[in-house]
């Protein structure tokens, strides 16, 4: 039986680190509409990294559970968007040039939330392979874009990885009848693992 997403006694180092996530969301609302771009950033690079290290932490000490992946999934849905928002704050000139490509992923990310809604009553936390290597990806060119620039070759490889995770994690959806989390990807769920 999957634990109470909320029994706070019960938590792990890597929930924590999930919650301090959720927790971090009006902070990161606060200093994107100040336009306050560098403790903007600070904070979403705490964020996005603590996403990556309560993962690697769960499956470290092998204590990966349903809620884990609960609270990482409410996180992504909670922290993501403000990589989004704070493009049109910050860097306008950047989705005005790339404005299809993004609403193409934009779109794909909504397609599946909603096909997830709708089949689970919930979003998916499928946490593929392909999802983790696509959100290493775009934060590493995300990061690049305010640090350096505009770095093409980064960017069509980040959009078209986090492309191909959106469309698998859509076939998953239509694929498995109950939601499941931790499903290392297509080719392994078709393989019988």
């Not at 997403?5 to 996530?21: A, H, I, M, P, T």
């Not at 790339?98 to 934009?106: D, K, P, R, T, Y």
């Not at 936390?125 to 934060?139: A, E, I, N, P, R």
């Not at 990885?161 to 009848?177: F, K, M, S």
Request: net charge neutral; proline share 4%.
């Amino acid at each position: 039986m999957d634990q109470p997403l909320f029994n706070f006694k019960s938590y792990r180092l890597q929930d924590w680190l999930s919650v301090y996530r959720l927790l971090a969301v009006p902070l990161l609302l606060y200093t994107l509409l100040s336009r306050q771009q560098t403790p903007f950033l600070l904070l979403l690079a705490v964020s996005l990294a603590t996403d990556v290290l309560d993962g690697l932490l769960a499956r470290w000490l092998r204590q990966q559970s349903g809620r884990g992946a609960r609270l990482d999934s409410y996180g992504d849905l909670l922290t993501v968007p403000f990589m989004l928002a704070s493009l049109f704050i910050f860097k306008p000139e950047f989705l005005e040039k790339q404005a299809v490509l993004l609403s193409i992923l934009v779109g794909l990310y909504f397609v599946e939330l909603a096909f997830s809604m709708f089949r689970y009553g919930k979003p998916s936390s499928f946490h593929t392979y392909l999802d983790k290597v696509s959100f290493l990806l775009l934060g590493a060119f995300y990061f690049c874009l305010f640090l350096f620039g505009f770095m093409e070759g980064l960017f069509y490889l980040a959009m078209a990885v986090a492309i191909l995770g959106e469309l698998e994690e859509l076939i998953l959806v239509g694929l498995l009848p109950d939601r499941r989390s931790n499903v290392k990807g297509l080719y392994w769920l078709l393989q019988g693992e």
